[in-house]
């Protein structure tokens, strides 16, 4: 029998061991096809010919190119529901960018001139966390009652503020409690521990597994927000 050292196996072994066993399950069950169907969306993304896609697929390292197709309008209609219920619930939040692409997938002639640089803008949606309902964005009316475009805006009741205003109320120290002012304390030596035991002298790292994290002021938990292609 032979015996492989494991610590002398590269991971190439591992992966065409896993390629391999792959192929062979699905063989037995076709719905077994997790490696296939990664391979097909894949090959997809980087426009393979259907022709390899099928002959990879009639290997079994690849899943058809009607599956891929099935399998992509699946997920469209999916994320459509999901973009859908999201946006109706009024509490999701949209981020654009704009980005050009320069396609040159035609020749221009004197007869026909193609302009090959597309503006194009993609977007996000994503839910906001942190128990946000929808009663605490209508912020809308106060804002159009003070916005200087509403003509029906009272100047003379207001009392005019500049940029200069936020930069002074910036600027501007608050007087701390005591409690505050502890708890300010508390963060500014945590921090200079941690930065001296980290980036001190060698000899304060030692000390570094020592340290207490400072306590929690309102702190906001930490979450994991799904983010969706629009």
Avoid at 134 to 159: A, I, M, R, T, Y
Wanted: one cysteine or more; glycine letters at 4%.
């Amino acid at each position: 029998m032979l015996h492989v050292c494991t610590s002398h196996v590269p991971n190439s072994y591992y992966q065409k061991k896993t390629v391999v066993c792959s192929i062979l399950i699905q063989g037995i069950n076709q719905k077994s096809n997790a490696l296939q169907s990664i391979i097909g969306f894949f090959l997809q993304s980087v426009h393979a010919p259907y022709n390899v896609i099928n002959t990879l697929a009639h290997i079994g390292l690849s899943i058809s190119s009607n599956a891929i197709n099935m399998a992509l309008r699946s997920l469209s209609a999916e994320s459509e529901h999901t973009l859908q219920t999201l946006g109706h619930s009024l509490i999701a939040l949209y981020a654009y960018y704009n980005f050009d692409v320069n396609l040159k997938s035609q020749v221009p002639t004197v007869e026909k001139l193609n302009d090959s640089l597309k503006h194009l803008t993609s977007g996000l949606l994503f839910p906001l966390a942190h128990s946000v309902v929808s009663d605490d964005l209508q912020c809308s009316d106060e804002l159009w009652k003070k916005s200087w475009l509403n003509l029906d805006f009272d100047v003379d009741g207001q009392e005019s503020r500049t940029w200069w205003d936020l930069v002074s109320l910036l600027c501007t120290t608050p007087k701390l409690t005591n409690a505050e002012s502890s708890q300010l304390h508390d963060f500014n030596a945590w921090m200079f521990l941690q930065d001296l035991c980290t980036h001190g002298p060698v000899y304060f790292h030692q000390f570094k597994p020592i340290i207490t994290h400072p306590e929690s002021v309102e702190q906001i938990p930490l979450v994991k927000t799904p983010i969706f292609a629009a």
